[in-house]
């Protein structure tokens, strides 16, 4: 049997939007340059937040971004192209912009642009131009586009075109005014794409000075000649010699008898408008063009080459690269660095409120769910829970492909009622025998990874008596729409019990008074983590058998720690599920909580930096025990055990072989 050819990297567009509803045009020409590989479309939102202001604060205004683009998918289902939405916080645009190009590995930035200023901007600016020149004082030169697509574009990450929008609908003839050089290739290349997109016609123009003499323009037109034959792709392109006094003009005049016009940037930067660092952008012809001709404008610029400099210019500018280097260690300090996590990375559970749409994206990406119920003594809560959950999210929506009680010997009526509602019961004791077995949550969980299949996995307590689908969905989405989050924990207010009574701010005892402060004090990367001990959480399968699991009350901690050590922070998301009501515990048993999750910590600690901080009276815990008017000490020997990765589990191995060769 012949190898099996390597499936070509899809061709990756980012496209930088300020207002979606303008991003019709910008996916319909982006759908259509994908150089002869399938095309994937990133739709980003970058919210700026001001210098002297926390980058937490961009939080409400990323939730708000991410849902104003999720219109913009609708545009890429009518062209037939995959698009996914992501938001990056940032002192500036143009920062976001260019972080996201190395994130996503773009090969094209697509830029809208309402194009240039009215008479009342251009004014505004020219005055405040005099006014500065008056005072002494320099001002910086107005843009040519727009700050952040100016600032892009002299970084020139990748591959850039700047979209003039007067419309796509129709496309019978496009334009492509040519002066060689790679940027006029590259909008050959648009050009051939968009051609066989809109099944158009191109013309390639190339303006030559008036009255060269028929020996010049015989030249001209062999090399205009030789430039089709290299790059035209034969199809349906001719080409087109102008004589003109003036450029701009001449293509401007052009462009009247055209639907679209491509062109490059000016090849020599002697053409282009340099900025403050002497980078240009794409010459005077090209934004000219964009400015005035009545179709839509795409210019375009190649990622620039870098030349070799000399050894002075290499001297001069040590200075400006130690600037630089400071600049990058402080903007990425942990202070802001969890910052922008926490605003980047912090969802809520109505973002994905459409669970059609959720649907698609797991069908889309060959993905399967699971969802693990573990329970102890859930006679009470056990049926709502899965009626609530199984009714929306696996009846009526096919986004749940397995659910799955995991029951820790209860001796109530839990794993009767889950049987009875139709989903099957696994007591965790009963689960890989030969590996013996814990009593506690986390060895629960850690079985249930044996028993449960999905591609994605998700826990849910089973002790929620206000349970809602959002429990559920608001943990798949941030999973099912950002690659590269790994891992997603929710928080809800927690109201205190109290008889019949509810105390809004009383929940989270152990949480506020141990494990917050225990994390900012040692784990500070893991600070923005709103409620680290929850209950609720799914992660994908390929992460989670690689981690080790505490058997008991440190399971969650333990896995935040892991996780942030193998997949590094952003690999870890939140989501807000409002509000959750459970069963609360006693204080002695939150005290006995408390010191298995510190005891984890430290040994996570010693991990870490190879040390040894518990000794063996670091084992027990001596709790007060009082009766009547006498009072001693009670030792209690409190502790997790810790068990493999899953993945290392022979037993385990054989089964997700066997279900890979099922598939």
Same mark, same amino acid.
């Given at each position: 049997m012949a190898p099996r050819a390597k499936a070509r990297e899809p061709y990756r567009i980012l496209l930088p939007l300020a207002n979606p509803r303008t991003a019709r045009d910008l996916v319909r020409i982006g759908s259509g340059v994908g150089n002869g590989r399938a095309t994937e479309i990133t739709a980003l939102g970058v919210v700026e937040v001001p210098e002297g202001v926390s980058l937490s604060e961009g939080a409400t205004q990323a939730r708000t971004a991410r849902r104003l683009l999720q219109r913009v998918l609708d545009f890429g289902d009518e062209e037939g192209v995959a698009i996914r939405t992501m938001v990056r916080i940032g002192r500036h645009a143009a920062d976001g912009v260019i972080e996201a190009v190395g994130e996503e590995g773009a090969n094209l930035v697509i830029f809208g642009w309402g194009g240039p200023p009215t008479p009342s901007q251009a004014a505004r600016a020219e005055a405040e131009a005099i006014e500065a020149r008056l005072s002494g004082a320099t001002l910086a030169s107005p843009p040519v586009f727009s700050e952040t697509i100016d600032a892009v574009v002299r970084e020139s990450p990748c591959d850039i075109a700047v979209v003039k929008q007067r419309g796509v609908e129709k496309v019978k003839s496009i334009l492509v005014p040519v002066r060689g050089g790679p940027h006029a290739e590259l909008a050959m290349r648009l050009a051939r794409d968009l051609g066989k997109r809109f099944d158009s016609d191109v013309a390639v123009l190339h303006v030559v000075p008036k009255g060269i003499g028929n020996r010049a323009l015989k030249r001209e037109q062999e090399a205009l000649d030789r430039f089709l034959e290299d790059h035209g792709g034969g199809r349906r392109v001719k080409g087109l010699i102008r004589e003109a006094t003036s450029v701009k003009t001449a293509i401007v005049r052009e462009a009247s008898h055209h639907d679209l016009v491509i062109m490059g940037a000016a090849a020599q930067p002697s053409d282009a408008r340099p900025g403050p660092d002497g980078r240009y952008l794409f010459g005077s012809v090209p934004e000219a063009v964009a400015s005035r001709a009545k179709p839509t404008v795409i210019v375009v610029k190649t990622r620039q080459a870098l030349g070799l400099a000399t050894f002075e210019q290499l001297r001069a500018a040590e200075g400006t690269l130690a600037e630089a280097d400071a600049f990058v260690e402080r903007s990425q300090s942990l202070p802001t660095v969890v910052d922008k996590w926490f605003a980047e990375n912090t969802f809520h559970a109505s973002e994905f409120k459409d669970i059609g749409r959720l649907v698609e994206l797991k069908e889309k990406q060959n993905l399967t769910v699971s969802v693990g119920l573990p329970a102890l003594n859930e006679e009470k809560t056990i049926g709502l829970v899965i009626r609530r959950i199984k009714s929306q999210l696996m009846d009526r929506y096919p986004l749940i492909d397995q659910m799955l009680v995991i029951d820790s010997d209860s001796t109530d009526r839990t794993a009767e009622i889950a049987t009875d509602l139709g989903v099957r019961v696994v007591r965790h004791s009963q689960i890989l025998p030969e590996m013996g077995s814990y009593v506690g949550k986390g060895e629960a969980l850690w079985k249930s990874l044996h028993?449960?299949?999905?591609? #994605?996995? !998700?826990? #849910?307590?089973?002790? #929620?008596?206000?349970?809602?689908p959002r429990f559920v969905f608001g943990l798949l989405g941030p999973l099912l729409r950002e690659p590269r989050i790994q891992y997603v924990k929710g928080f809800y207010q927690r109201p205190l019990k109290q008889g019949d009574k509810l105390v809004p701010e009383g929940g989270g005892r152990v949480t506020e008074l141990m494990a917050r402060p225990l994390i900012n004090l040692f784990f500070p990367e893991l600070s923005g983590m709103i409620? =680290?001990? @929850?209950?609720?959480? !799914?992660?994908?399968? @390929?992460?989670?058998? @690689?981690? =080790?699991?505490?058997?008991?009350?440190a399971v969650e901690t333990g896995l935040l720690i892991d996780i942030l050590d193998a997949a590094g922070l952003p690999a870890l998301g939140q989501v807000d599920l409002e509000r959750r009501i459970h069963r609360n515990q006693a204080l002695p048993s939150l005290s006995q909580m408390s010191y298995v999750i510190l005891q984890a910590a430290i040994r996570k600690l010693e991990e870490r930096h190879r040390i040894q901080l518990l000794t063996e009276v670091g084992h027990g815990m001596k709790q007060i025990h009082q009766e009547g008017d006498s009072f001693s000490l009670v030792v209690r020997e409190i502790g997790d055990q810790i068990r493999p990765p899953m993945q290392s589990v022979p037993a385990y191995q054989e089964k997700r072989k066997a279900l890979k060769a099922g598939r």
């Open positions: 028993e449960l299949e999905g591609d #994605i996995v !998700a826990w #849910i307590d089973t002790d #929620i008596s206000n349970i809602q409620q =680290p001990l @929850s209950g609720e959480y !799914a992660g994908r399968r @390929s992460l989670l058998e @690689s981690l =080790p699991f505490f058997s008991g009350y």
